[in-house]
């Protein structure tokens, strides 16, 4: 569970939610017609810009934001370096017990790619596609809650027009000016919290998962093809700690 993640949006709503109350009633705050619009306009317009697929497939990948589980770089090093002491001593047949231990389907594909003794420019060729797509899918979900950052502002403006020009339909009736001028710009309020607060951070929170799990296919791509070309597992570890910090790698060496 990613506690930075919870903390920030309980602390944010809390904040917002203060100074609504220091000032005053929620309720002023709580408008019915400008939550539809919207939500529903910023729903609406992510709809029209993405396959439904891949809309539906952004309440699966939001679940990342809050939960979050991947293997450690230096973990999947140790493996790795594991896997190529043990090729390098009985030969590639003997990593064959591996591909069924690995909870990773990307690092059993291309083990069993290895095994299988097929050449090493075409397992780095289906890797390479492998990553590709799964990077275009990662980075789907994130452009998803982007685009809903920049869509809800917009809505909460054209709520703002709406309300703005009902309260001017009725200037015959002064008193009301206030209370929907109060309304109309509720809206803009709306939108303002959920891009800044939630669609736009989670973008960002998603492009850094995203990174990560890239990072960890990379580190496998590059091991992989070592272990293929019987590279010695120093010269391989040594290859594929450029993928860890310089603290991490230090830290790995003791």
Known sequence: MDISSIIGVVSGMGFVLGTILLGGSIMMFVNIPSILIVMGGTVAATMVGYPLSDFLGMFKTGIKIFMFKIE????IIANLIEISNKARKGGLLSIEGDIQTTPDPYLAQALQMTVDGVKTGDIAAIMQKKMSLT??????????????????PAFGMIGTLIGLVQMLANLDDPSSIGPKMAVAMITTFYGAVLANLFFIPMSDKLMGRNEEEIT????IFEGILSIREGEHPKLMEDKLKVYMTGGK??????
Do not use: H, Q, R, V
């Open 72 to 75: 450690k770089p230096a973990d």
């Open 135 to 152: 990077k275009k899918g990662l980075d789907t979900g994130a452009d998803i809650f982007s685009s809903m950052g920049a869509y809800a």
């Open 216 to 219: 960890n296919m990379n580190i």
């Open 249 to 254: 790698k230090e830290e790995e060496k003791k």
